[in-house]
């Protein structure tokens, strides 16, 4: 999944970064204030869920929630946790850039 979407973004003209755990993603974001955040929820040291929450506790970065749990209430959860958005598994790289480029002008419009 992570080569789909650094292979999707780079070629669409995104700079990516990635990290493999939740600590190293909440530091990164903490050092590079990026210009949106796309999270898994399955991540191998913490849920995303938590990630989401203690973001928002002091960044208003849009946040882009991947994840194979496509339930309802998993969305909800994402959403009320503080995602802006939220993509199921399995998905096509024209409906994630449209939801990108959703977020980007929504920033633009503030």
Same mark, same amino acid.
Request: charged share 30%.
């Given at each position: ?16 970064? &990635?990290? !493999?755990?939740? &600590? ?29 929450? @203690?973001?928002? &506790? ?15 209430? !998993?969305?909800?959860?994402?959403? !009320?946790?503080?995602?802006? !958005? ?21 920033? @633009?419009?503030?």
């Amino acid at each position: 999944m992570r080569r789909f979407l650094r292979a999707s973004l780079t070629s669409n003209g995104y700079q990516v970064v &990635e990290t !493999d755990t939740a &600590e190293e993603g909440l530091a990164q974001a903490a050092a590079r204030n990026p210009e949106l955040i796309l999270l898994d929820l399955g991540l191998p040291d913490q849920d995303g869920l938590v990630v989401t929450q @203690r973001l928002r &506790e002091w960044a208003k970065t849009p946040i882009i929630v991947i994840s194979a749990r496509g339930r309802e209430e !998993d969305k909800i959860q994402a959403l !009320d946790a503080g995602a802006d !958005d939220y993509l199921t598994k399995p998905f096509g790289v024209g409906e994630l850039l449209a939801r990108i480029s959703r977020r980007a002008a929504q920033r @633009r419009a503030r």
